[in-house]
């Protein structure tokens, strides 16, 4: 889809399966379920959605994924979906990972950096070698010293080897990091998340990350019991969607399997959702 001289595709890392009632926090599963149908494990589908964009000259990648870096039992936790995976379908579109230029993690849990290295030889390596890796700063220093309530969402091997390779470019609030790509950040789901706002002939795409993981946590009460501040999370979730049903823009949620991308609409004192397609 193209925004202006700004172009940019939605890919995923296949879907994974999380914990329905992790995901829904407070809302009764009987309320839950019946958007959300969970498996025989109380687990529910979701996507891990990234988006590839060119402008500028520049190759940019938002969100690698969960990688491969992952023994059978999280495997079979996390039910991840077979191959083809992120790296292959970036290279299906002619784009392998030395052509990125920029990749930006909105923050550094499991499924949102996996792809940021893999296991050569017995050590984690960047698999995007000539990118520039954007997070904010105090993400990265609390992703290398979490405490007891987030570690399990950390997984240094996808974080430490891109200090040893100096890729990392730090930032310490909102950034512009090139025309028409802008990185906000949006603290509910833990203190230093980003979303992404992409400009550009007169249009805006938001893309949610982890503040509005799916749709059906389009309702503002409807919030992940893993947010670390979901009070934090509601305001946001009350701000960020008036302004996308008042500015008309395209939404992608961060991990909807089935309708990622659409447009927000107020019917009735209700926020809808009208889903769209977006083209090849």
């Known amino acids: 889809m193209k925004l202006g001289d700004l172009e940019f595709w939605l890919l995923t890392d296949g879907t994974f399966r999380l914990d329905g009632g992790a995901m829904f926090g407070v809302i009764p599963r009987t309320m839950w379920e019946r958007v959300a149908p969970p498996d025989d494990r109380n687990r529910i589908l979701m996507a891990m959605n990234s988006l590839l964009v060119r402008t500028a000259g520049k190759w940019i990648l938002i969100e690698t994924g969960a ?41 550094l849990h499991l499924d949102h950096c996996g792809w940021n ?19 904010q700063r105090d993400e990265l220093e609390h992703a290398k010293a979490p405490n007891e309530r987030d570690r399990a969402s950390y997984f ?23 025309s028409g790509v802008e990185l906000v950040r949006v603290p509910g789901h833990n203190r230093d998340m980003m979303c992404v706002l992409l400009r550009g002939g007169g249009k805006t795409v938001f893309f949610t990350a982890d503040l509005l993981p799916t749709v059906a946590h389009l309702p503002v009460p409807w919030i992940m019991g893993y947010d670390l501040y979901p009070m934090t999370t509601l305001e946001n979730k009350k701000k960020w969607i008036a302004q996308a049903v008042r500015e008309q823009w395209l939404v992608i949620f961060g991990h909807e399997a089935a309708t990622p991308a659409g447009y927000l609409r107020e019917k009735d004192g209700v926020h809808v959702f009208e889903p769209v397609a977006l083209g090849s």
């Open 156 to 178: 240094p091997d996808n974080f430490v080897p891109l200090e040893k390779s100096g890729q990392w470019s730090l930032l310490d609030g909102d950034s512009e990091v090139v």
């Open 67 to 107: 990688g491969d870096k992952w023994k059978p039992k999280l495997m079979d936790i996390f039910a991840f979906e077979a191959p083809p995976r992120l790296p292959e379908k970036l290279a299906a579109r002619g784009v392998p990972p030395g052509k990125i230029d920029i990749v930006v993690n909105t923050h």
């Open 117 to 135: 290295t893999r296991i050569v030889d017995g050590a984690a390596v960047p698999v995007f070698p000539n990118a520039q890796h954007v997070v």
